[in-house]
């Protein structure tokens, strides 16, 4: 009998204290950038945000704990085929965080490998539209395509991807080689075509140095002829005014009484001294039919008409 109430008191103990401990389970604390999803008897109840809470013990019961605050999922290396079939490895990091508590619980079973995987197939999709170059220039893009892809399971999912980022694409080591001799040539090429640009450089500098001297030289020289001519028509001019001069005294001088004589003895020493010279065999010259009829010569001069018009003047 005794240890039938032994027995009895100790079930009624563990039960107060059962009821104890359900009754303190009932009493939620929720951190701040957390949230818990309560059920009452199976179905979704409530959404507990930060603070104080009191549940119904047996009723209401806590099934998910979920942190609102952003996270960064690693996401492991997987290989990849170019369009131009080389095989790389891509790796990444994903940034997201819970927006709709309820959709994050109920919408998918694990969002965090729901989002990992859906970036996983969403990159080997972008990278097999991609020549091997354009994977390392086009991050960017890649990065965007599947933060698109995943924003189109936001709502549903109930998470908000913020950003992906492709850590390292790495490549086998026989492309490796391959890549770094083609910017060995590539670099080389860039060499050669610089030091022709050079050469080409300095010969079009000669060219158009030889260019300007030869044009410097020719204006020079034309200049200098424009000069001598001017110099020639001012010398022309001045001969001619000064033979028109010489003319007009003489034509003065043989007005005056004695001056036709005067001038018919000049050109009878002048004539004779000329005839001297006319056997040399060095000369060669037109001679009038009769050399001797020095009257006719000067009638042909025509003084005494030069007279004439000089006194009428």
Aim: proline letters at 3%; aromatic letters at 6%.
């Amino acid at each position: 009998m005794q240890g039938l109430e032994l027995f009895s008191q100790i079930v009624l103990g563990l039960f107060a204290i059962f009821l104890t401990f359900k009754f303190l389970q009932a009493i939620r604390l929720v951190p701040n950038q957390y949230a818990h999803i309560v059920e009452r008897l199976g179905n979704y109840n409530t959404t507990l945000g930060p603070g104080f809470h009191a549940l119904f013990p047996f009723l209401d019961r806590v099934v998910y704990k979920l942190d609102l605050r952003e996270e960064t999922i690693e996401v492991e290396p997987q290989e990849c085929f170019t369009k131009d079939n080389v095989k790389v490895e891509v790796d990444g990091v994903i940034y997201i965080s819970v927006m709709d508590p309820v959709n994050a619980s109920y919408g998918v079973t694990d969002y965090r490998y729901a989002a990992v995987q859906l970036a996983q197939t969403t990159t080997r999709s972008v990278i097999g539209l991609m020549d091997l170059d354009e994977t390392f220039e086009e991050r960017a893009k890649m990065s965007m395509e599947v933060v698109n892809v995943l924003s189109e399971m936001e709502k549903s999912w109930g998470i908000k991807v913020h950003r992906y980022e492709i850590k390292n694409i790495l490549t086998p080591r026989t492309v490796q080689n391959a890549m770094e001799r083609q910017m060995t040539a590539e670099r080389d090429r860039r060499a050669i075509i610089a030091r022709s640009e050079g050469v080409q450089g300095s010969k079009v500098n000669d060219a158009e140095g030889r260019r300007a001297e030869i044009i410097n030289i020719s204006e020079a020289e034309m200049q200098r002829r424009i000069n001598e001519a001017e110099g020639r028509a001012q010398e022309i001019e001045a001969i001619a005014e000064a033979t028109a001069s010489s003319i007009e005294q003489i034509a003065d001088a043989l007005t005056q009484p004695g001056g036709t004589e005067a001038m018919q003895l000049q050109l009878s020493e002048k004539y004779i001294g000329h005839l001297s010279g006319l056997a040399r065999k060095e000369n060669e010259i037109i001679l009038p039919k009769d050399i001797s009829s020095y009257d006719a010569l000067l009638e042909g001069l025509s003084i005494h008409d030069l007279i004439k018009q000089k006194k009428k003047k």
